[in-house]
């Protein structure tokens, strides 16, 4: 119920003016959060909360959310639209999740009225938003006054909202506008020092406080409206350290309404999910947004064009006089792209340009490309 009414909300003031909102719901109330300025007190008004034009906008929201997208997927299975593999070799989930997609879109695009699609409105409206539930919902807000509080910090009720897990989000945004505001993070490894330094090992101290000081001033110079990482936040168990989980604690209340994902890597399923208080959402792999699969392991994806971290790709400069300085770099193929690692107390891999890839270095402020020399 509450998400049907999140999703129905977040739409109408989506369609007033160009938004991204993240929406959280639990049993007890909903969030819409958006990382630019929003005057709610002026906008929940009583005709938000109107029965006109309900059923369209639910659809509509539902068009703008993932929400139908999921449902399609189980019904193209058991309609045989997507093959699930022969006996002995099933398709892995993310082949079927690529397939049902692609028909999912197709119809969207050139056949609205097809009944598989219908039938997944149908089963999201009738299993997971209860139109009727929700139209009666919305009558008795409507008959009731409005409250509008600000408070300064999360009241009992609001604070599992705050670390809720089921994220759903919906823009009316043009996605490269999102895309041109999304900042991409690869392994960037809070605590490595740390954890090394509970082995026993000598190693520098102060790495995770230059680790923020470049991400603030990377945020500071960028319009970020989402900070995403590709893998790695934290390194390994013994990365959280009372020190460490302090000062991201007080990093995060700096931009505390940016919105924050990480995507899992391999060094985050050992060292264990940020913590609540970080109100990072975290998701598997591969986040699919536009054109691009957000993924810490550079596999390829069927459908979608590959943005990882995890190698930590770096390209050795040789000068003249037998100066050699190996830098950290991006790698752009056709199908898969990687991003160097953040983190300034990580190691690298060499990489060389492919007939099929592009370097591009990092260094001095600023990025520059290498150019392909044939053998």
């Known amino acids: 119920m509450h998400l049907g009414l999140a999703s129905l909300l977040a739409w ?10 993240s929406i959280a719901v639990n049993d007890y109330g909903l969030e819409l959060l958006c990382p630019s300025e929003v005057d709610f007190a002026a906008r929940l008004t009583p005709e938000l909360f109107s029965t006109d034009d309900l059923l369209p906008d639910v659809l509509a929201s539902l068009n703008a959310g993932e929400l139908a997208r999921r449902r399609f997927r189980e019904i193209a299975r058991i ?3 997507v093959f699930s593999g022969y006996p002995g070799a099933p398709k892995s ?4 999740q690529a397939s049902s997609a692609l028909f999912f879109d197709v119809f969207s695009q050139y056949d609205p009225g097809n009944l598989l699609l219908g039938q997944a409105q149908e089963e999201v409206l009738r299993q997971e938003l209860d139109v009727q539930r929700l139209q009666h919902t919305l009558q008795r807000l409507q008959s009731r006054r409005l409250d509008i509080r600000t408070v300064k910090r999360a009241t009992p009720f609001a604070f599992p909202l705050l670390v809720e897990r089921f994220r759903e989000s919906l823009s009316s945004e043009k996605l490269a506008d999102r895309i041109r505001r999304m900042v991409l993070i690869a392994d960037i490894h809070f605590g490595k020092a740390a954890a090394y330094r509970a082995m026993g090992q000598p190693v520098p101290q102060g790495t995770t406080a230059a680790n923020l000081q470049r991400l603030d001033a990377l945020l500071q110079r960028f319009d970020c409206r989402q900070l995403i990482f590709l893998g790695d936040f934290l390194h390994a168990p013994g990365s959280r350290t009372p020190a460490t989980l302090a000062a991201l604690a007080e990093w995060r209340e700096r931009h505390a309404t940016l919105a924050m994902t990480l995507v899992r890597g391999n060094h985050d399923k050992r060292a264990g999910d940020p913590p609540e208080d970080l109100r990072i959402a975290v998701v ?33 400069l040789r000068g003249r006089g037998r100066q050699r300085l ?6 752009l193929g056709n199908e898969v792209s990687l991003l160097p690692a953040f983190g300034s107390f990580t190691g690298s891999m060499t990489f060389r340009a492919e007939p ?14 290498v150019q392909h020399s044939a053998p």
């Not at 989930?93 to 079927?96: M, P």
């Not at 190996?326 to 790698?331: E, K, Q």
């Open 12 to 21: 109408r003031l989506a369609r007033e003016q160009p938004l991204s909102l």
């Open 79 to 81: 309609a045989g639209l």
């Open 93 to 96: 989930a993310r082949q079927l």
């Open 284 to 316: 598997e792999e591969p986040l699919l947004l536009g054109p691009f699969a957000l993924q810490h392991e550079p596999r390829a994806h069927a459908s979608h064009h590959v943005l990882a971290g995890h190698l930590h790709p770096a390209f050795p």
């Open 326 to 331: 190996r830098l950290p770099c991006f790698v």
């Open 356 to 369: 099929d890839q592009r370097i591009v270095v990092v260094g001095d402020g600023g990025i520059w490309p």
